[in-house]
Every structure is written in C-alpha cells, then in structure tokens.
T-cell receptor, first 113, second 114 residues
Framework: DVKVTQSSRYLVKRTGEKVFLECVQD?????MFWYRQDPGLGLRLIYF???????EKGDIPEGYSVSREKKERFSLILESASTNQTSMYLC????????????FGSGTQLSVL | AQTVTQSQPEMSVQEAETVTLSCTYD???????LFWYKQPPSRQMILVIR??????QNATENRFSVNFQKAAKSFSLKISDSQLGDTAMYFC???????????FGEGTQLTVNP
C-alpha cells in the first residue's frame, strides 16, 4: 500500500518561529498537496506541486511557502508562525493514469502560541 | 478555479434509516472525478465512493450510493441502513482529470443516533 507520512502528529510552536511540516510518500507520485483543515471551512488548499521544484499556489498561500527538492518529499514552511495559523495540516498525493487515486497523511495538529 | 459546496454543516439520522448528504460544485471542465470521503475522529481520510464524470451510471458501494447530476453539477451521497460507525465528518471532493488540483467542500458532520 502507498504510504504518506507526515513527520509530526502534534506540534506546538511560538509566534514568530519558523516551522517546517514534512510530508513523505513512498511511491513515485508526481502530485502532492498541502491543506489546512478548520471547523466549518473544510480543507483549503495551500500549495500543490506536480513535479520536483514545481509548485503552484492554492487558495490560501499567504504566510506559507513550500519546497520540493526531491520527488518523495513536499515540505510546508511557515516563515514566521502566527496564531491564526493554528490548524490541522493535511498532506495528500494522487496517483493513477489520470491521477484519480488519492492518499492522505494522518495530519499534523499545529498550535501556535 | 473549481469550487465545492456542502450546504449542510450538520446532519443526524436514526440508526437503520436513510440519509442524504448534498454536494454541489462549479467547474468548466468536462471530465473530472468526484469523491466522498469520511473522516472519523482518528482524522484519517477514508474513501467512501468515487464517481467519474464521463460515466453516466451512479456509483454504488454497498450501503453507499450517489446521485450524480452532471448538468446540475450536483453529487449527493445516500447512506442506507445507517450504522453507528457511520458517524463522522463527510467531505465531498473534486479532482481534475490531470490530477493536478484537488478541491474539497466544507464538510458535513453526520451523527447516527441509536
């Protein structure tokens, strides 16, 4: 089975800290996504990447950046964490001839104090 | 950009009864995929059902079925014979055929009551 691993399940950081959230997949998937999940707002797309060093802004990219130096790893970076970035962050990847299968990490609950 | 709307933040149903969750979407694409995902308290996303837009037949998976109305851009989920284990947050999702963009709705919290 495909595995999508997020490095931390829970994370507590302070305002102004630089935060790295890592997502690693164990197959040769091209498309990877970062979402944040907030009550009543569903999953909102932050960034996605369709290949190494390629990235596209999602719906709410402000305050975030990403890095994809290797195909298996897609990192989400909070340059200067703020309290409104407290949220659950979910990584996903798609696979299939037409990208029709989805796989998810187990999520990282980030609290910024 | 595609949008997905779930207009029911919360729903409840009695065990063994039937419930329908609504989802509408907006796109200019002709070919795409639609999904319903279930998220229990463990936070793991579990695929419930998938529909390919070019297939007219509605997808079914045991007690779960969809009513896919392409012209109306509607994709509702029907759960028959509801079970306590169906209690979860349900998300509707849209995927472009290129697989390059995946959009979710706001979610519907379903509670099955004994």
């Amino acid at each position: 089975d495909v595995k999508v691993t997020q490095s931390s399940r829970y994370l507590v950081k302070r305002t102004g800290e630089k935060v790295f959230l890592e997502c690693v997949q164990d197959m040769d998937h091209e498309n990877m996504f970062w979402y944040r999940q907030d009550p009543g707002l569903g999953l909102r797309l932050i960034y996605f990447s369709y290949d190494v060093k390629m990235k596209e802004k999602g719906d709410i990219p402000e305050g975030y950046s990403v890095s994809r130096e290797k195909k298996e790893r897609f990192s989400l970076i909070l340059e200067s964490a703020s309290t409104n970035q407290t949220s659950m962050y979910l990584c996903a990847t798609t696979v299939g001839a037409r990208g029709e299968k989805l796989f998810f990490g187990s999520g990282t609950q980030l609290s910024v104090l | 950009a595609q949008t997905v709307t779930q207009s029911q933040p919360e729903m409840s149903v009695q065990e063994a009864e039937t419930v329908t969750l609504s989802c509408t979407y907006d796109t200019s694409e002709n070919n795409y995929y639609l999904f319903w995902y279930k998220q229990p308290p463990s936070r793991q996303m579990i695929l419930v059902i998938r529909q390919e837009a070019y297939k007219q037949q509605n997808a079914t998976e045991n007690r779960f079925s969809v009513n896919f109305q392409k012209a109306a851009k509607s994709f509702s989920l029907k759960i028959s014979d509801s079970q306590l284990g169906d209690t979860a947050m349900y998300f509707c999702a849209f995927l472009e055929t290129s697989g390059s963009r995946l959009t979710f709705g706001e979610g519907t919290q379903l509670t099955v009551n004994p």
